[in-house]
C-alpha cells in the first residue's frame, strides 16, 4: 500500500496567503510516501511545505513556476502496478479538455494522467485510462470560474488498485468523496 | 584544654570582633568538638535519667554559641550541630514530663544558668516543653520568652537565638482551631501576630546589623573589602530565617484579609521602610509579594506600591515590580471573575508608578519599560478590551523612551517586548491598529528592528487568517509596516545587502503578497478603496518591490471584478456605482505600465485580465488587454525559448475568449498565428503552428439555461462560435509540412504523430479538408518517412515515441467499433501502419 498526494496550484502568495488551516490538519508528514505536484506552486515556501509531506516530491512546471526552480514539463513516475503522467495542463489545447488529455497520455504512455491549470477537480476515465485534477488547494483564482473550491487528491494505490478521496472545502467543512479504479489487464 | 579554649572564647567575645578566616576554622573546630563532648555527657546523663547532670552538660554545650568570632556561615553550621542536640533533649524531657515531672518547675531551673545565651536557648527549649503541658497560658510563655531574648544584642548570635525561638514555637501558637489557644477570642489570638512580627521585627534589625559587623583589625585594605564582601553573601544566605517568619504569619488562619490591612502589613512595611537596609528591602518585599495570597495584595495595591517607590537607592525596583504585576496576571488568569474593579487596579497602577518615577529620578528607562511591559501583560489579562488604557501606557513608554536621547540596545530590546506583547496577546492585528501610540514606537526602533518589527505583525495577521475590512485600516496597518514598501533615510543601500539580507528582503515581499488576499472588505466598494490604497503605496514602493506585490494587487482585482458583476447581475434594479469595467481600467493603466520593466510577469497579466474581462462581458477592454499582451510580445520578448512558450499561452488563452465578433476575433488569430510560424525553432514552429488550428474552430460552450425548450429551433444552427476550416487545414498542413523538412528523423516522428493526433481530434466535427482521407494521407507520409530509412519504426524513435504511434492506432481502431464514431473513423486505413508496428 502506498498513499500518494496529489496537489498542485497553490499560486502562493500571488493568488492565496495560504493552504487552507483544515487541509493542514489533514496533511501530516509521516503518511504519505509520494507527492505529485502538478505545478504552479509559485514560490520556494510551497515547495518546502510539500518536501515536509513526505520524502519523495515530484514537480511540474506551471506556467507561473519560477524559471530558475528548474521543474520539467513533464514527469513519469512508476508506483507499484501503475504508470503515472504529471504535467501541469497549460500545454494542452484547449485547457482541460478531455480528448486533448487523452492525446497527452497516449503521448506520455501513461496509466493515469495527472494534470491541473483548471482549478477544478475532475476525475474521469477514458479507453481504460484513469484522468484526474486535483484541482487547487488554495482555490486560488482563476480565470475559468469564480466559483472555486478548494481541494486535493489522496490516493490509496495497491497492486492493480486505487482508491482514490477526493477532499474539497465548500463554506469550510471539508467533504470526501471516494473514488476506485482498477486497472484492467494488458489482454484486454 | 578546654578551660583555656573557654579563655580563649572569652577574650574574643570582648573584642566583638570577628577573627581571620584561618583562626576562624580553628575555633570552629574546636566549638564543634566541644559540643560533640558535652553532647554526649548530655545524653548518657539523660539515659540515666540524671535531668539537673544533663542540663549542666547542655549549658556547657551551648557555650560554645557564645562567640563572636565566627562568620555568619561558620556560626550557622555550629547552629545545626547544637539543635540536632537540643531536639534529643527537648524529646527526653517531654517524656519525663509525661510522667508526671512538673514543666514549669523545669522552666524556673534553668533561669539560674549563669550565662544568657545557654539559659535562654534552654528557657527555649524548656519553654516549649512547658507550653505543651499546658500547665501554664500558651502567651504567658511566648510573652516571656521574647521579652527575655531581647537581652542577647550581637547580630550573629541574637538572630539565631531568635531563629531557634521561631522553630520551636512554630506548631504552638494560639490560631483558629490550634490545640494551644486556650480562648478562641481574636485579642488572645492577635497574640501570636505581635509575638511573630516582634520577632520578625527584632531578627530583621539584627541581621541588617551584621552587616555592620567589624572585620579583624590587622587586615589590608584590599583585604577587608573581601571580607566586607564575603560578609554580604553570608549575610544574604541568612535571609530565609529573618522570612521564616513571614511564612509563619501568611500561615496563621487568624490573618484575614482585614487583620491583614489593617494590622499585619502597615507594619510589615513599616519595619522594612524604617530598616533602610537595600538587602533587606529587596528581600523582604519580594517575600512579601511571594507569600501572602493575590486578593491580599489587590487589596492594599496602594500602600505597597508607596513602599516600594520609597525603597533604599540600591534596591532593584523592576523585578520587585515584576514579581507583584506577574502575581496578579496569574491570579486573574484563573479568578478574572472574582476582580471586582478592574479599572481601580489600572488606575492605582498608574498612581503607583507615577509615584515611583517621580520619587526615584535615576530609575533606568530600560527597568521602567520592562515594568511597563509587566503592566501591559496585566492590562491585556484583566480586560484586553481596555485599549485605551494601553495605548496611554504605551504613550508614557514612547515619552520616557524618547526623552531619553540614543537608545541602548536594553532599551531596544524593552521596545520590542512592548511592540510584540499586545501583538501575540490579541492575535488579531485589528484591534492594534486602534491604537495611537503603536506606530510612534515602532519609529523609535533602529532599521533593522522597525524591519523585524513590521515582518512580525503580517506574519501575524497570517498565521491567524485576519481580514482588514476597511481602507482605513489598511492605511494604519501600512504605517506600521511602511518600512517593508518604501525606502527609507537610514536603509543600507541594496549593493551593501549580503546574502541574508537579499533572502530577507524575498521573504518580507512574499509577506506582503500574501497580506492582499486578507485585505478586503464585504462591501465591494470599500474593497475596491483598499485596492485603491495598495496601488498607491506600491506604486512608490520601487520596481524591486512592485515586481512582486503587482501581481496579488491584480488577481486580487480580477476577483473584485467578478464579484461585481455577480452583484450588479443579481440586483438589477438597483443603480450600483461600482461596474467591472472600472476595475479593469485601474488593472490596464497599473499592468500596462510596467511592461517595459518586466515583460513576462505583465504579458502574463495581461491574458488574465483578458480572460476576466471576457467573463465580464467587456469586449473592447478584452481586445485591448490582447493587443496589449501581443504588443509585449513582439517589443519585449527575445529568447527563442520563451518566445515560444509565451506564443502558446497567448495562442491557448484566446481560444478561450468569447466575446468578440468575427473580426477582432479574426485580427487576433491571424497575429498569434503569424507569430508562432515566424519562430526559430523548427520544432516549436510546428508545433506553435499546429496549435493555432484549435483557434479557427471553437464550439460555443455556453449551455443556455433554456437550451432544451430550443433545442428543435435550434437544430440546424450549429452552436459554433467561431469557424475557419480553410485556416485550420492551413495550420495543420503548415504543421506537416514544417515537421517534414526535419532532419532529425526522432523529432521528425514525434512531430508527425502530435499532428495525427490533431487531426483524429478535429475529425469528430465532420470539418470538410479534415476526413479520414486526411488522415490516410498522413498515415501514408508517415508509412513513407520511415521506408526512406530503411530500417523499423522502433529503430528510428524512442521506446516512448513508438508506444504513443502504437496507442494512437490503437485509439483508431477503438473509434472504429464504437457506434458513435464508427462512420467517421472507419474510412481510415491502418493496415499499413500496424505493419509499421511490428
Same mark, same amino acid.
Given at each position: 500500500?502506498?498513499?500518494?498526494?496529489?496537489?498542485?496550484?497553490?499560486?502562493?502568495?500571488?493568488?492565496?496567503?495560504?493552504?487552507?488551516?483544515?487541509?493542514?490538519?489533514?496533511?501530516?508528514?509521516?503518511?504519505?510516501?509520494?507527492?505529485?505536484?502538478?505545478?504552479?506552486?509559485?514560490?520556494?515556501?510551497?515547495?518546502?511545505?510539500?518536501?515536509?509531506l513526505?520524502?519523495?516530491?515530484?514537480?511540474?512546471?506551471?506556467?507561473?513556476?519560477?524559471?530558475n526552480?528548474?521543474?520539467? @514539463?513533464?514527469?513519469?513516475? =512508476? +508506483? *507499484? $502496478?501503475?504508470? !503515472?503522467?504529471?504535467?501541469?495542463?497549460?500545454?494542452?489545447?484547449?485547457? /482541460?479538455?478531455?480528448?486533448?488529455?487523452?492525446?497527452?497520455?497516449?503521448?506520455?504512455?501513461?496509466?493515469?494522467?495527472?494534470?491541473g491549470?483548471?482549478? @477544478?477537480?475532475?476525475?474521469? =476515465? +477514458? *479507453? $481504460?485510462?484513469? !484522468?484526474?485534477?486535483?484541482?487547487t488547494?488554495?482555490?486560488?483564482?482563476? /480565470?475559468?470560474?469564480?466559483?472555486?473550491?478548494?481541494?486535493?487528491?489522496?490516493?490509496?494505490?495497491?497492486?492493480?488498485?486505487?482508491?482514490?478521496?477526493?477532499?474539497?472545502?465548500?463554506?469550510?467543512?471539508?467533504?470526501?468523496?471516494?473514488?476506485?479504479?482498477?486497472?484492467?489487464?494488458?489482454?484486454? | 584544654?578546654?578551660?583555656?579554649?573557654?579563655?580563649?572564647?572569652?577574650?574574643?567575645?570582648?573584642t566583638?570582633?570577628?577573627?581571620?578566616?584561618?583562626?576562624?576554622?580553628?575555633?570552629?573546630n574546636?566549638?564543634?568538638?566541644?559540643?560533640?563532648?558535652?553532647?554526649?555527657?548530655?545524653?548518657?546523663?539523660?539515659?540515666?535519667?540524671?535531668?539537673?547532670?544533663?542540663?549542666?552538660?547542655?549549658?556547657?554545650?551551648?557555650?560554645?554559641?557564645?562567640?563572636?568570632?565566627?562568620?555568619?556561615?561558620?556560626?550557622?553550621?555550629?547552629?545545626?550541630?547544637?539543635?540536632?542536640?537540643?531536639r534529643?533533649?527537648?524529646?527526653?524531657?517531654?517524656?519525663?514530663i509525661?510522667?508526671?515531672?512538673?514543666?514549669?518547675?523545669?522552666?524556673?531551673?534553668?533561669?539560674?544558668?549563669?550565662?544568657?545565651?545557654?539559659?535562654?536557648?534552654?528557657?527555649?527549649?524548656?519553654?516549649?516543653?512547658?507550653?505543651?503541658?499546658?500547665?501554664?497560658?500558651?502567651?504567658?510563655?511566648?510573652?516571656?520568652?521574647?521579652?527575655?531574648?531581647?537581652?542577647?544584642?550581637?547580630?550573629?548570635?541574637?538572630?539565631?537565638?531568635?531563629?531557634?525561638?521561631?522553630?520551636m514555637?512554630?506548631?504552638?501558637?494560639?490560631?483558629?482551631?490550634?490545640?494551644?489557644?486556650?480562648?478562641?477570642?481574636?485579642?488572645?489570638?492577635?497574640?501570636?501576630?505581635?509575638?511573630?512580627?516582634?520577632?520578625?521585627?527584632?531578627?530583621?534589625?539584627?541581621?541588617?546589623?551584621?552587616?555592620?559587623?567589624?572585620?579583624?583589625?590587622?587586615?589590608?585594605?584590599?583585604?577587608?573589602?573581601?571580607?566586607?564582601?564575603?560578609?554580604?553573601?553570608?549575610?544574604?544566605?541568612?535571609?530565609?530565617?529573618?522570612?521564616?517568619?513571614?511564612?509563619?504569619?501568611?500561615?496563621?488562619?487568624?490573618?484575614?484579609?482585614?487583620?491583614?490591612?489593617?494590622?499585619?502589613?502597615?507594619?510589615?512595611?513599616?519595619q522594612?521602610?524604617?530598616?533602610?537596609?537595600?538587602?533587606?528591602?529587596?528581600?523582604?518585599?519580594?517575600?512579601?509579594?511571594?507569600?501572602?495570597?493575590?486578593?491580599?495584595?489587590?487589596?492594599?495595591?496602594?500602600?505597597?506600591?508607596?513602599?516600594?517607590?520609597?525603597?533604599?537607592?540600591?534596591?532593584?525596583?523592576?523585578?520587585?515590580?515584576?514579581?507583584?504585576?506577574?502575581?496578579?496576571?496569574?491570579?486573574?488568569?484563573?479568578?478574572?471573575?472574582?476582580?471586582?474593579d478592574?479599572?481601580?487596579?489600572?488606575?492605582?497602577?498608574s498612581?503607583?508608578i507615577?509615584?515611583?518615577?517621580?520619587?526615584?529620578?535615576?530609575?533606568?528607562?530600560?527597568d521602567?519599560?520592562?515594568?511597563?511591559?509587566?503592566?501591559?501583560?496585566?492590562?491585556?489579562?484583566?480586560?484586553?478590551?481596555?485599549?485605551?488604557?494601553?495605548?496611554?501606557?504605551?504613550?508614557?513608554?514612547y515619552?520616557?523612551?524618547?526623552?531619553?536621547?540614543?537608545?541602548?540596545?536594553?532599551?531596544?530590546?524593552?521596545?520590542?517586548?512592548?511592540?510584540?506583547?499586545?501583538?501575540?496577546?490579541?492575535?488579531?492585528v485589528?484591534?492594534?491598529?486602534?491604537?495611537?501610540?503603536?506606530?510612534?514606537?515602532?519609529?523609535?526602533?533602529?532599521?533593522?528592528?522597525?524591519?523585524?518589527?513590521?515582518?512580525?505583525?503580517?506574519?501575524?495577521?497570517?498565521?491567524?487568517?485576519?481580514?482588514?475590512?476597511?481602507?482605513?485600516?489598511?492605511?494604519?496597518?501600512?504605517?506600521?509596516?511602511?518600512?517593508?514598501?518604501?525606502?527609507?533615510?537610514?536603509?543600507?543601500?541594496?549593493?551593501?545587502?549580503?546574502?541574508?539580507?537579499?533572502?530577507?528582503?524575498?521573504?518580507?515581499?512574499?509577506?506582503?503578497?500574501?497580506?492582499?488576499?486578507?485585505?478586503?472588505?464585504?462591501?465591494l466598494?470599500?474593497?475596491?478603496?483598499?485596492?485603491?490604497?495598495?496601488?498607491?503605496?506600491?506604486?512608490?514602493?520601487?520596481?524591486?518591490?512592485?515586481?512582486?506585490?503587482?501581481?496579488?494587487?491584480?488577481?486580487?482585482?480580477?476577483?473584485?471584478?467578478?464579484?461585481?458583476?455577480?452583484?450588479?447581475?443579481?440586483?438589477?434594479?438597483?443603480?450600483?456605482?461600482?461596474?467591472?469595467?472600472?476595475?479593469?481600467?485601474?488593472?490596464?493603466?497599473?499592468?500596462?505600465?510596467?511592461?517595459p520593466?518586466?515583460?513576462?510577469?505583465?504579458?502574463?497579466?495581461?491574458?488574465?485580465?483578458?480572460?476576466?474581462?471576457?467573463?465580464?462581458?467587456?469586449?473592447?477592454?478584452?481586445?485591448?488587454?490582447?493587443?496589449?499582451?501581443?504588443?509585449?510580445?513582439?517589443?519585449?520578448?527575445?529568447?527563442?525559448?520563451?518566445?515560444?512558450?509565451?506564443?502558446?499561452?497567448?495562442?491557448?488563452?484566446?481560444?478561450?475568449?468569447?466575446?468578440?465578433d468575427?473580426?477582432?476575433?479574426?485580427?487576433?488569430?491571424?497575429?498569434?498565428?503569424?507569430?508562432?510560424?515566424?519562430?526559430?525553432?523548427?520544432?516549436?514552429?510546428?508545433?506553435?503552428?499546429?496549435?493555432?488550428?484549435?483557434?479557427?474552430?471553437?464550439?460555443?460552450?455556453?449551455?443556455?439555461?433554456d437550451?432544451?425548450?430550443?433545442?428543435?429551433?435550434?437544430?440546424?444552427?450549429?452552436?459554433?462560435?467561431?469557424?475557419?476550416?480553410k485556416?485550420?487545414?492551413?495550420?495543420?498542413?503548415?504543421?506537416?509540412?514544417v515537421?517534414?523538412?526535419?532532419?532529425?528523423?526522432?523529432?521528425m516522428?514525434?512531430?508527425?504523430?502530435?499532428?495525427?493526433?490533431?487531426?483524429?481530434?478535429?475529425?469528430?466535427?465532420?470539418?470538410?479538408?479534415?476526413?479520414?482521407?486526411?488522415?490516410?494521407?498522413?498515415?501514408?507520409?508517415?508509412?513513407?518517412?520511415?521506408?526512406?530509412?530503411?530500417?523499423?519504426?522502433?529503430e528510428?524513435?524512442?521506446?516512448?515515441?513508438?508506444?504513443?504511434?502504437?496507442?494512437?492506432?490503437?485509439?483508431?481502431?477503438?473509434?472504429?467499433?464504437?457506434?458513435?464514431?464508427?462512420?467517421?473513423?472507419?474510412?481510415?486505413?491502418?493496415?499499413?501502419?500496424?505493419?509499421?508496428?511490428?
Open positions: 500500500m502506498v498513499l500518494i498526494l496529489l496537489i498542485g496550484d497553490i499560486h502562493i502568495p500571488q493568488r492565496s496567503f495560504g493552504i487552507p488551516e483544515q487541509f493542514k490538519k489533514l496533511l501530516v508528514p509521516g503518511k504519505i510516501k509520494h507527492v505529485l505536484c502538478t505545478g504552479n506552486l509559485t514560490s520556494k515556501e510551497s515547495l518546502e511545505y510539500l518536501k515536509t513526505a520524502s519523495e516530491v515530484h514537480v511540474v512546471k506551471g506556467n507561473f513556476d519560477d524559471e526552480l528548474n521543474f520539467p @514539463e513533464t514527469k513519469t513516475i =512508476q +508506483l *507499484e $502496478n501503475f504508470k !503515472f503522467g504529471l504535467c501541469h495542463g497549460h500545454q494542452i489545447v484547449p485547457w /482541460g479538455d478531455q480528448k486533448s488529455l487523452q492525446v497527452l497520455q497516449r503521448k506520455m504512455d501513461v496509466d493515469i494522467l495527472v494534470t491549470h483548471t482549478h @477544478e477537480f475532475t476525475a474521469f =476515465q +477514458l *479507453e $481504460n485510462k484513469l !484522468f484526474i485534477n486535483p484541482g488547494v488554495t482555490g486560488a483564482y482563476s /480565470g475559468f470560474n469564480d466559483e472555486i473550491e478548494p481541494s486535493f487528491v489522496l490516493m490509496d494505490v495497491k497492486g492493480s488498485k486505487i482508491i482514490t478521496y477526493v477532499y474539497q472545502l465548500k463554506d469550510g467543512d471539508v467533504s470526501v468523496e471516494k473514488i476506485t479504479y482498477t486497472k484492467p489487464s494488458e489482454n484486454d | 584544654m578546654s578551660k583555656r579554649f573557654k579563655q580563649q572564647v572569652k577574650q574574643l567575645r570582648k566583638s570582633q570577628l577573627v581571620s578566616t584561618n583562626e576562624q576554622s580553628k575555633i570552629s574546636q566549638t564543634k568538638e566541644n559540643v560533640r563532648k558535652f553532647g554526649f555527657l548530655m545524653r548518657r546523663a539523660l539515659d540515666q535519667g540524671k535531668i539537673p547532670a544533663a542540663l549542666k552538660n547542655a549549658s556547657q554545650m551551648l557555650d560554645g554559641l557564645r562567640t563572636s568570632a565566627l562568620s555568619p556561615k561558620n556560626y550557622y553550621d555550629l547552629y545545626m550541630q547544637v539543635s540536632d542536640e537540643l534529643y533533649l527537648e524529646f527526653f524531657l517531654q517524656e519525663d509525661k510522667s508526671g515531672k512538673s514543666a514549669s518547675k523545669l522552666y524556673k531551673e534553668v533561669q539560674f544558668i549563669e550565662a544568657i545565651v545557654p539559659r535562654l536557648y534552654l528557657m527555649i527549649t524548656t519553654g516549649s516543653v512547658l507550653i505543651k503541658s499546658k500547665e501554664v497560658e500558651t502567651q504567658d510563655v511566648l510573652s516571656d520568652l521574647i521579652e527575655m531574648c531581647k537581652g542577647v544584642q550581637h547580630p550573629t548570635r541574637g538572630l539565631f537565638l531568635r531563629h531557634y525561638l521561631s522553630q514555637t512554630k506548631d504552638k501558637l494560639p490560631d483558629k482551631g490550634s490545640e494551644y489557644s486556650t480562648s478562641n477570642d481574636q485579642e488572645s489570638l492577635s497574640n501570636s501576630i505581635d509575638f511573630t512580627i516582634k520577632n520578625f521585627v527584632e531578627m530583621n534589625k539584627l541581621w541588617v546589623r551584621i552587616a555592620h559587623q567589624k572585620t579583624p583589625g590587622n587586615l589590608t585594605k584590599k583585604e577587608k573589602e573581601i571580607a566586607q564582601k564575603n560578609l554580604d553573601i553570608e549575610r544574604k544566605e541568612l535571609k530565609i530565617l529573618v522570612g521564616t517568619n513571614l511564612v509563619r504569619l501568611s500561615q496563621l488562619e487568624i490573618v484575614t484579609l482585614e487583620v491583614y490591612t489593617e494590622k499585619v502589613l502597615p507594619l510589615l512595611l513599616e522594612i521602610n524604617e530598616c533602610g537596609d537595600p538587602i533587606a528591602q529587596e528581600y523582604l518585599m519580594e517575600v512579601i509579594i511571594q507569600v501572602f495570597s493575590d486578593d491580599y495584595h489587590i487589596s492594599t495595591l496602594p500602600s505597597i506600591l508607596q513602599t516600594i517607590s520609597k525603597l533604599a537607592e540600591g534596591v532593584n525596583i523592576k523585578q520587585i515590580m515584576i514579581s507583584l504585576i506577574n502575581r496578579l496576571i496569574n491570579y486573574s488568569e484563573s479568578n478574572s471573575d472574582d476582580i471586582n478592574k479599572e481601580q487596579i489600572f488606575t492605582i497602577f498612581k503607583g507615577g509615584l515611583i518615577t517621580k520619587e526615584r529620578k535615576n530609575l533606568p528607562v530600560k521602567l519599560l520592562s515594568i511597563l511591559n509587566s503592566l501591559i501583560q496585566l492590562a491585556l489579562q484583566l480586560n484586553p478590551k481596555q485599549i485605551d488604557y494601553i495605548d496611554r501606557v504605551l504613550r508614557f513608554c515619552n520616557s523612551a524618547s526623552e531619553s536621547g540614543s537608545l541602548s540596545r536594553d532599551i531596544i530590546k524593552e521596545i520590542n517586548n512592548l511592540l510584540t506583547t499586545p501583538l501575540t496577546k490579541y492575535k488579531n485589528n484591534v492594534l491598529l486602534e491604537f495611537e501610540n503603536y506606530s510612534p514606537l515602532i519609529e523609535l526602533l533602529p532599521y533593522s528592528d522597525r524591519r523585524k518589527i513590521a515582518l512580525k505583525i503580517i506574519e501575524n495577521v497570517l498565521q491567524n487568517s485576519t481580514y482588514i475590512r476597511t481602507s482605513e485600516k489598511v492605511k494604519k496597518l501600512f504605517e506600521y509596516v511602511k518600512i517593508l514598501v518604501q525606502d527609507e533615510k537610514d536603509m543600507p543601500s541594496e549593493s551593501e545587502e549580503d546574502e541574508y539580507q537579499k533572502t530577507l528582503f524575498l521573504a518580507e515581499q512574499d509577506a506582503v503578497c500574501r497580506l492582499v488576499h486578507l485585505l478586503k472588505s464585504k462591501d466598494i470599500e474593497s475596491f478603496k483598499i485596492l485603491q490604497v495598495l496601488a498607491q503605496k506600491f506604486g512608490n514602493s520601487g520596481e524591486r518591490r512592485i515586481k512582486h506585490t503587482v501581481s496579488p494587487l491584480v488577481f486580487s482585482s480580477l476577483l473584485l471584478s467578478f464579484k461585481i458583476r455577480d452583484y450588479i447581475e443579481d440586483n438589477e434594479e438597483e443603480q450600483y456605482p461600482l461596474s467591472p469595467k472600472k476595475i479593469f481600467e485601474f488593472v490596464y493603466k497599473i499592468v500596462t505600465s510596467l511592461t520593466l518586466f515583460p513576462l510577469v505583465s504579458l502574463k497579466l495581461l491574458l488574465q485580465c483578458a480572460q476576466a474581462s471576457d467573463k465580464c462581458g467587456f469586449e473592447a477592454i478584452c481586445y485591448e488587454f490582447m493587443t496589449k499582451a501581443i504588443l509585449a510580445y513582439e517589443e519585449h520578448v527575445v529568447v527563442s525559448k520563451v518566445r515560444f512558450e509565451m506564443i502558446t499561452i497567448i495562442s491557448s488563452t484566446l481560444q478561450t475568449l468569447r466575446i468578440f468575427e473580426e477582432n476575433y479574426s485580427t487576433l488569430a491571424n497575429h498569434a498565428g503569424g507569430h508562432s510560424s515566424k519562430l526559430m525553432v523548427v520544432n516549436d514552429q510546428a508545433r506553435a503552428v499546429c496549435l493555432c488550428s484549435y483557434l479557427f474552430w471553437i464550439e460555443d460552450e455556453e449551455e443556455d439555461d437550451s432544451e425548450e430550443d433545442e428543435e429551433e435550434d437544430e440546424d444552427k450549429e452552436k459554433i462560435y467561431f469557424k475557419d476550416t485556416r485550420l487545414q492551413g495550420c495543420i498542413s503548415r504543421a506537416i509540412r515537421a517534414g523538412s526535419l532532419m532529425e528523423s526522432a523529432s516522428f514525434q512531430l508527425l504523430f502530435e499532428i495525427l493526433n490533431v487531426c483524429l481530434y478535429f475529425l469528430r466535427y465532420e470539418i470538410e479538408q479534415i476526413n479520414a482521407d486526411y488522415v490516410n494521407t498522413l498515415l501514408e507520409l508517415i508509412h513513407r518517412k520511415i521506408e526512406e530509412n530503411n530500417t523499423n519504426l522502433s528510428l524513435v524512442e521506446p516512448q515515441s513508438f508506444n504513443f504511434y502504437k496507442s494512437t492506432i490503437k485509439h483508431i481502431k477503438y473509434c472504429q467499433s464504437q457506434e458513435e464514431t464508427e462512420d467517421l473513423f472507419k474510412q481510415i486505413n491502418i493496415s499499413i501502419s500496424l505493419d509499421d508496428l511490428k
